[in-house]
């Protein structure tokens, strides 16, 4: 690689930014064969220190973030992750100002990692532009971002404040922006809500907290409700933890015709304790498209999985299909089998997409207790009406001649079935 050779900082810069396996490759051929392309060869041009790439100005969203915490800045121009693993084959680096001058990694408190720049934590100094600039094999493009970190939550809460809104007498979820990057299965602990001082999400009251999804689900919103809200998020990073805190500001709109509705599942569900119970959650997206819908359950506002860890209760697999002109989505709740701890518990189905947000709250109830009587007894009525049927049967065959019980034993097994041989 020609930057390799220039500049061994480059080299050094690209260990965090490709896959294991594929930096193990490209360290060998960088080290040993200097000069030889590790990648895909980028266009003369852009091979340079300083390169030829195309800068597309300054990313329309700034990060405002707070001294002291995480910050993690990602590269818009890459636009997915699925596209990242899709095209390994680029180089994310990361620039101060518009400078040549690379970030220095390495240092505990500035790192690269997985093409993303990780500030751990930041302090006021690092407020300032960033420049990220990809490198594929046939272009190269920069883009700036501009980072401002604060030190006084209060004094700028309108400022830093995500807006969100949710609609009058329904029930309605916030969401904890941008923590993608500090979710449960990267180091996340736990997400606390708080509205001024108070800790929201106690038993009993109208907010609950949905941990897992790093939202707070609110029932019966009402005009109180209004404001700011704050969601902490407890984070540990190489074993090192830290606090990532966003502030949301709350407006309210009064009940309009809404898309999703959910059309299933009732409000409470009969079934008997011991068998199995599928209840299927059916929403109508009306004409919108079902890529942007989320569909889930959650048990005593707990997501299913971590419920249900043993898989006693289970999320079916998502269905979409579509009907006169109108789209649906479904994802059933299956449980197997059902035990009388589900009657206490409060399932509910939640769809939630640009357009709205619902949740509907089902109850299972144990099935009359004459149903299951009658279950019980059915085997033992048939049994006995097997019995009856084989004495009768016997006293039959008495009266019939030798010859013709030769007959009946062998095809015998038949009789059941009441067709006769001949
Ligand atoms: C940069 O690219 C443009 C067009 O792609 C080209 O005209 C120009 O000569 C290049 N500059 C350098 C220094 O390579
Ligand atoms: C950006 O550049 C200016 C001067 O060019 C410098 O004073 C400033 O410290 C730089 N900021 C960062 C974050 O590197
Ligand atoms: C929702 O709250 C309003 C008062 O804010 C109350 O009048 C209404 O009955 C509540 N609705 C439900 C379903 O609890
Ligand atoms: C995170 O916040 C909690 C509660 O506000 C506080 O007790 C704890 O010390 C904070 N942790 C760090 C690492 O700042
Ligand atoms: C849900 O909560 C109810 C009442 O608080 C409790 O009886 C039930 O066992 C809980 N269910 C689960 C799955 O934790």
């Known amino acids: 690689m020609l930057s390799c050779r220039m500049r061994p900082a480059g080299c050094h810069i690209s260990t965090s930014c490709f896959p294991r396996k ?4 490209a360290f060998i051929l960088c080290t040993l ?22 800068f597309r100005g300054k990313y329309f969203k700034e990060e405002l973030r707070l001294e002291g915490e995480p910050v993690v800045l990602r590269c818009p121009l890459l636009r997915s992750y699925l596209e990242d693993s899709a095209n390994p084959q680029h180089l994310v680096t990361w620039h101060e100002n518009s400078s040549a001058q690379l970030i220095p990694v390495g240092e505990p408190r500035v790192q690269t990692k997985d093409d993303a720049l990780w500030i751990l934590p930041a302090v006021r100094g690092d407020s300032g532009m960033y420049i990220c600039r990809l490198r594929e094999a046939s272009h190269c493009e920069e883009i700036a971002i501009e980072l401002k970190i604060f030190e006084d939550a209060e004094a700028v809460l309108s400022l830093i404040s995500y807006p969100q809104t949710l609609t009058l007498g329904a029930d309605g979820m916030l969401m904890c922006p941008d923590t993608q990057d500090f979710s449960q299965d990267k180091g996340g602990m736990g997400v606390w809500w708080y509205k001024g001082p108070v800790l929201l999400g106690g038993a009993g009251g109208r907010f609950h907290n949905v941990e897992e999804k790093r939202r707070l689900l609110i029932v019966n919103v ?11 998020l407890a984070f540990v990073h190489e074993g090192r933890q830290f606090n990532v805190t966003r502030h949301v500001r709350l407006r309210l709109h009064k009940q309009t015709d809404t898309v999703p509705v959910i059309i299933s599942p009732l409000d409470t569900i009969s079934a008997s304790l011991g068998s199995r119970l599928t209840i299927p959650c059916k929403v109508s997206l009306g004409t919108s498209t079902p890529l942007t819908t989320s569909l889930w359950w959650i048990a005593n506002f707990t997501q299913i999985d971590s419920a249900y860890p043993g898989g006693r209760v289970t999320e079916g697999p998502r269905g979409e299909y579509s009907a006169n002109g109108e789209n649906f989505v479904e994802v059933p709740l299956n449980f197997d089998p059902v035990i009388r701890e589900d009657l206490s518990t409060d399932f509910r189905c939640i769809v939630s997409n640009t357009l709205g947000f619902q949740t509907l709250r089902t109850t299972v109830k144990e099935a009359p207790s004459t149903f299951s009587w009658g279950v019980a007894l059915a085997p033992l009525t048939l049994v006995l009406l097997v019995l009856g049927g084989i004495c009768l049967h016997k006293q039959w065959k008495r009266r019939a001649g030798k010859a013709y019980r030769l007959t009946t034993l062998r095809t015998g097994f038949q009789n059941f079935h009441s067709i006769p041989e001949k």
């Open 222 to 232: 009402s005009m109180e409700d209004a404001g700011y809200y704050r969601c902490v």
């Open 22 to 25: 594929l930096w193990g490759a």
């Open 33 to 54: 064969v200097m000069g030889v392309p590790a990648f895909p060869t980028p266009s003369a041009e852009s091979t340079g220190a300083t390169g030829n790439c195309s």
